[in-house]
């Protein structure tokens, strides 16, 4: 609610950038790759056959997720063992804990992740 007097600006929204991280065969079904983009580090997942992208610092104690095994969907932080799902960026045990997650598309064999 707005008090008299004052106005409140429109947030400004930010428009994704799509940028090409790699291609498709350089991360095999079962493994995760931590690639840069845009000053960010993220991890990339192929699980299943399917990408995904999640923020690859692990919420606990900044661990690199990207750098954990990969069971399914579910990405173990190496350093202390927290899984995250990288379908939603939750965490196992308290899903209310979320990595950031990123937008993928492949295209002719190139992935690309929407930041």
Known sequence: MLKRGLFQRPREIAMATKVRVAKAADVPIGEARVIDTAGRPIALVNAEGTFYAVD???????????????????LTCPWHGWRWEVTTGANTNNPAVKLACYPVTVENGEVYVEI
């Not at 690859?56 to 579910?74: A, K, Q, S, Y």
């Open 56 to 74: 690859n610092t692990c919420l606990h104690r900044g661990g690199p997720v990207g750098e954990g095994e990969l069971d399914g969907t579910v």
